[in-house]
């Protein structure tokens, strides 16, 4: 379409094209046409055409980076933003591709000083390619571990009312499923200065500089501040928080630990920094000393176990041994990414001592048979630790001689914490009882995963106290309580523990871990406006009864999009006792229980007071059902599944998105539906799901259990974020 010769400048110089570059309106359109016929190659290739023939001119410069970036030409994107920059250096749109060039490339405290000065340079005249600048800055700093940065921009799209609702919405997503740091969730505002101090005419500049976001210009002055107001944590605050927004962790960590000492008298907000530092070292350097390494070590196989026969002999050694496990993998995706798939994979647990402390699982080994350049051999890959205990027994069993492989710095590192946290036990699945479960006692699968709750945890508790962390400076938690930094620090480590845990098992065994360490427990809070008065980490400690029901509500709600799961645990219990709470302040608050409950029994329970406000609140039971199938799928309640599957089959046969959650279901529960259906299709009994078995594959296996809302799709939410809570009048 035709160029509008009072449009603004395509190269963000602030003129109207008229003005500016109207000796190239014909070029431009014809770029448009290329790139209306996604023919984004020859627009390019026309750009740098035309920039041959008229060198230096900002529209040019800028359509060809945005075009080298479109084509993943990074490279020389980089090389065509810094040409641009240095011809228009005050150019807000050659700032930003500058800003992003630089994130791309994984300078991402480069890139958040390049693209504050793109902000401040664009003023209020933010256009749709400054817009998309943003965009990708939130995706790469969220996806590379910067939240502060990531979310600082998110802020300022929302204050500025950038962009769409829905826009600015996806990118919190984006931000949320990337994983914020839960010390980092709660936004810190800005401090004001002192009423008494003599620098409040230097600091009040700062603080208008933070808040019109020219955040350059903050860190100048409050770092200027630090000299002249000796002791004052409202400087370091803010210096802090301007140092997250502009992704300066090391610097921002040093703030907060600063600012935790000057508040030593308020304990809470203490520990609070304390533990926002720990996040904040941790984003600056993520494989900091002490770490789980994950390792791979590799043997050849000696003469006798190499050949066919032998293989075959070593592999039914394996088999026969209790401590080795096989399991399935895909042949398919080692061949698709050129690399020779391993003959057979196996599980490595040690040998457990009793029920209550099953095999642990030590390591992944794959065997491999000769190849054309390689020998046979074994791989064991797992946790260092791990791996080394799992060597014993694997060379007990193949006189391998194991050497480490270097990674070249592509396996991950964890810190001590997530390594235990991750421990998995040998559980033998077992079979759905014939006659069905009681009513009211625990299934088989309740029974089990007790078992692997106990041992994950009884080990977190015996291990933990005496595990040097980096959090701690490299200090067990037991050593650091002796003093009273390293004491704060632990404190912050428990305290985001229990307040932020998904499962309600790891809540309780942070509270088991703060009596185990003698930490004394925190006071309750209480406060007729919590949302306004308390901060975020001590929601859970805030006195409920007699709080005002759209305070409570409110509470709750927050506290479970925030992910303070306890908080929004215990406001949820609140909201079912009190005689005055809604239908559906009453279903909001079951949804989230039912998501955070352990135990068939409990979840059934929750389900049965879900049925009772369906009929009131004129509500869709389909999902409901596939809820409670799935229950009675895993407890053997035979009767009570044919009555579900019969009630779908009548009732919501024609609502696809339950009857893929019904075929989702039935996967996880090891029913064959290609098979059925295609005995279905040869004339064989018919499935009786409404078509649901015909599909040709379910969606993978969803880690939920919890009661569907609209626009959830009866999926699990991505890792890492909280599935949202629907009222059925919204």
């Not at 301007?242 to 000492?261: D, I, T, Y």
């Not at 259906?677 to 004339?683: D, V």
Request: charged residues 25%.
């Amino acid at each position: 379409m035709p160029i509008d010769p009072y449009a603004a400048c395509p190269g963000g110089t602030g003129k109207k094209i008229k003005f500016c570059c109207q000796d190239l309106v014909g070029e431009l359109e014809q770029v448009d046409r290329l790139l209306e016929g996604d023919q984004v190659s020859a627009a390019l290739e026309q750009v740098e055409r035309q920039l041959a023939k008229t060198p230096g001119r900002a529209c040019l410069l800028a359509t060809r980076t945005k075009l080298q970036f479109a084509t993943r030409k990074f490279a020389e994107a980089a090389t065509g933003a810094a040409e641009f920059l240095a011809a228009f250096p005050a150019n807000s749109l050659a700032l930003g591709q500058a800003s992003v060039a630089e994130a791309i490339n994984g300078r991402i405290q480069e890139a958040a000083a390049l693209f504050d000065k793109a902000r401040e340079a664009a003023g209020a005249e933010i256009g749709p390619e400054m817009e998309r600048i943003a965009a990708t800055l939130v995706q790469v700093a969220a996806q590379t571990g910067q939240s502060g940065f990531a979310q600082g921009i998110v802020e300022w799209l929302t204050e500025a009312g950038i962009g769409t609702a829905e826009d600015r919405h996806m990118l919190a997503s984006v931000v949320g499923s990337a994983g914020v740091p839960a010390a980092l969730r709660a936004r810190v505002p800005f401090e004001t200065c002192p009423e008494d101090s003599t620098w409040r005419f230097e600091f009040d500049i700062g603080l208008k500089a933070a808040r019109e976001w020219r955040l350059g210009k903050a860190l100048t002055t409050f770092r200027s501040l630090k000299k002249i107001s000796g002791e004052s944590p409202e400087v370091f605050t803010n210096l802090a928080r301007v140092c997250e927004l502009l992704a300066l962790p090391f610097e921002a960590a040093e703030a907060w630990l600063q600012v935790a000492k000057l508040r030593r008298a308020d304990h809470d907000a203490a520990v609070e920094a304390t533990g926002r530092a720990m996040a904040l070292e941790t984003e600056a350097d993520k494989d900091r000393s002490p770490s789980i390494p994950l390792i791979r070590v590799a043997g050849a196989l000696p003469a006798d176990d190499a050949s066919g026969d032998g293989l075959d002999l070593l592999e039914d050694r394996f088999r026969k041994d209790g401590r080795l496990e096989p399991t399935p993998f895909e042949r398919s995706e080692w061949v698709s990414r050129g690399a020779v798939p391993p003959r057979s994979v196996w599980r490595v647990y040690d040998a457990g001592t009793d029920a209550a402390m099953p095999g642990r699982q030590l390591a992944t080994l794959l065997v491999f048979g000769r190849q054309t350049d390689h020998e046979a051999e074994v791989i064991l890959q797992g946790f260092e630790p791990d791996v080394g205990e799992a060597e014993g027994i694997v060379a007990g069993l193949t006189k391998v001689t194991f050497a480490r492989l270097s990674d070249g710095g592509n396996l991950p590192v964890a810190t001590p914490t997530t390594w235990l946290l991750a421990t998995q036990f040998r559980l033998v699945p077992p079979a759905a009882p014939a006659t069905g479960t009681p009513p009211g006692e625990p299934g088989p699968l309740d029974r089990l995963l007790d078992i692997q709750r106990s041992a994950l945890w009884g080990r977190f508790n015996a291990i933990w106290p005496d595990m040097p962390l980096p959090e701690l400076l490299g200090k067990p938690p037991r050593q650091a309580l002796a003093d009273r930094d390293g004491a704060v620090r632990v404190e912050a480590l428990v305290v985001e523990g229990e307040a932020t845990s998904r499962r309600a098992d790891a809540t309780a065994a942070w509270i088991e871990m703060r009596e185990k360490l003698g930490i004394k427990a925190a006071a309750p809070i209480s406060s007729a406006k919590p949302l306004e008065e308390v901060p975020p980490m001590r929601w859970h400690r805030v006195v409920l009864e007699g709080l005002d029901r759209g305070e409570l509500r409110g509470l709750f709600l927050m506290a479970a999009d925030a992910g303070f799961d306890l908080a929004a645990e215990r406001a949820a219990e609140a909201i079912l006792a009190r005689a005055d709470a809604t239908p559906e302040e009453r279903w909001e608050a079951l949804s989230f229980l039912e998501e955070r409950a352990q135990g068939s029994v409990r979840k059934l329970e929750i389900i049965a007071e879900l049925r009772k406000m369906i009929a009131e609140l004129k509500a869709n039971d389909g999902m409901v059902d596939v809820n409670e199938l799935r229950i009675r799928l895993q407890r053997g309640d035979q009767a009570d599944t044919m009555r579900l599957l019969d009630h779908l089959r009548r009732e919501h046969s024609r609502d696809a998105r339950t009857m893929e959650a019904v075929a989702e279901v039935l996967m996880e529960a090891g029913i064959d539906l290609p098979g059925l259906a295609a005995a279905r299709a040869g004339g064989a009994a018919p499935t009786t799901l409404g078509g649901a078995g015909s599909a040709g594959a379910a969606p993978a296996a969803s880690s939920g259990g919890g009661i569907w809302t609209p626009g959830g799709g009866g999926q699990a939410p991505p890792q890492g974020e909280k599935k949202a809570i629907w009222t059925p009048g919204s």
